[in-house]
């Protein structure tokens, strides 16, 4: 009876949203002078990667937790400590990297759990492939898996007993040049240079050194030019001034001067986990195990990789009026810090034993926020003219609002491990 009861249920929730979505459908032109239909077309695969993220995501947690109904509470922590849903709309790439990057830090995962190499040699692939959207990213993170290959061949020896086995885990950074085939043939198109990327033929409005670079990329793919024109294009992207670094930092991941959302308002749950494992360390009763303690060195180090490929664009991401609402290029180290909340909080007892009345409570305060932010969108979104006004005093007050919350948090969290 319970069961015909979940399907009529889940039958009217998918009329009724099919029905909503026919009341607001508007008719999408494609004939004016700054339209194309190839939006449309990015936009719908962003709506299709984003479902398979959220797939992904609790396959990740499934394979971290070993409980599904904790699983699919950290699937929906993760997707709402992030911006993807909002990138989702926009034709930028941030999706589309995210999707990527999760893709990576899955098969990372795996590896750690079941010691596959072929789960390793697949993250290797998904970062070559990354570099097609993002290169930068791409050698960080392939940069990142090789440092992993390193320490499992030089310290964790009783897994890999057989000889056949550490050959092929001593290969796997070789499937990283399978993945960027794309990106190398797409480079050859372009600028016939396999190692120069397709984008410094972007036309800017003013004279720069990538336009300088793109004048010259059609050089011998071994020459000394080819280096040369690389340090000059990553040269020509770094904005770094040093009497600003420190505070451009803690701007970054507090409260950015462009008035963004920094990093730790969207994780709170992580800046919520630091403050709390000095609570946790003391007790003996709650220590992490040596998988968990793994898991967390790799994905803090996949969270420092993905710092460290921006790293050179930091007084920007603080400064720049153009990086709003979020750190968008930091998007992607929302996930693994995320999942290192979720670790953590779950060894806080009483706290995290009955996640399914988690979920009841979270889907409680959407009913009321997910139709306001509707509204919001419905009314601000369609006018980018005014995002510059908009933006900074709401994030502003959401960041408010969150620290608020969090203090919350975490006095009821120490309030329960101290009363052990």
């Known amino acids: 009876m319970k069961k015909r009861y979940k399907i009529i249920f889940w039958l009217c929730g998918i009329f009724l949203v099919f029905f909503l979505n026919l009341f607001f459908y508007r008719p999408y032109l494609v004939n004016g002078k700054e339209w194309a239909p190839e939006v449309m077309a990015i936009v719908f695969t962003y709506c299709f990667l984003f479902a398979f993220l959220a797939v992904m995501i609790f396959e990740l947690c499934k394979t971290i937790f070993n409980d599904e109904s904790y699983a699919l509470f950290g699937t929906l922590v993760c997707l709402s400590c992030s911006s993807y849903l909002f990138w989702t709309n926009f034709c930028k790439d941030h999706a589309l990297v995210v999707f990527l990057v999760t893709a990576i830090i899955l098969l990372l995962v795996k590896f750690l759990y079941t010691d596959k190499v072929r789960f390793l040699s697949g993250a290797f692939v998904i970062s ?25 061949v030089a310290f964790v020896k009783d897994e890999f007993l057989e000889k056949r086995d550490r050959i092929l885990l001593f290969l796997t950074p070789i499937f990283t040049f399978v993945g960027a085939i794309p990106f190398f043939i797409n480079n050859y198109l372009v600028t016939q240079n396999i190692f120069i990327p397709a984008y410094v033929r972007w036309n800017v409005t003013t004279s720069s050194s990538v336009e300088t670079i793109a004048a010259t990329v059609p050089l011998q793919q071994n020459s000394p030019d080819t280096t040369g024109s690389i340090i000059h294009l990553v040269l020509a992207g770094t904005n770094i001034q040093a009497s600003t670094f420190f505070s451009d930092i803690l701007g970054v991941f507090f409260s950015p001067q462009n008035g963004s ?160």
Do not use: H
């Open 128 to 152: 070559g492939l990354l570099a097609w959207a993002r290169p930068e990213l791409a050698l960080l993170m392939a940069i990142i898996l090789c440092i992993v290959v390193i320490y499992f």
């Open 261 to 420: 959302m920094g990093v730790f308002p969207i994780i709170p749950l992580f800046l919520a986990a630091i403050l709390l494992l000095p609570f946790l360390i003391i007790r003996e009763n709650m220590e992490f195990s040596g998988k968990e303690k793994t898991l967390i060195a790799g994905l803090l180090l996949v969270s420092v990789g993905i710092f460290f490929a921006y790293i050179r664009g930091i007084y920007g991401l603080n400064t720049s009026i153009g990086i709003v609402p979020d750190m968008r290029y930091l998007s992607p180290i929302y996930l693994p810090l995320t999942l290192i909340g979720l670790i953590v909080i779950k060894k806080i007892p009483d706290l995290t034993e009955k996640p399914v009345a988690l979920i009841i409570g979270m889907f409680s305060a959407w009913i009321v926020l997910i139709p306001l932010s509707v509204l919001a969108i419905a009314r601000w979104y369609p006018q980018p003219e005014i995002w510059e006004d908009l933006f900074p005093p709401l994030d502003i007050v959401i960041s408010i609002i969150v620290y608020l919350l969090l203090l919350l948090f975490l006095m009821s969290a120490i309030y329960l491990i101290i009363s052990l």
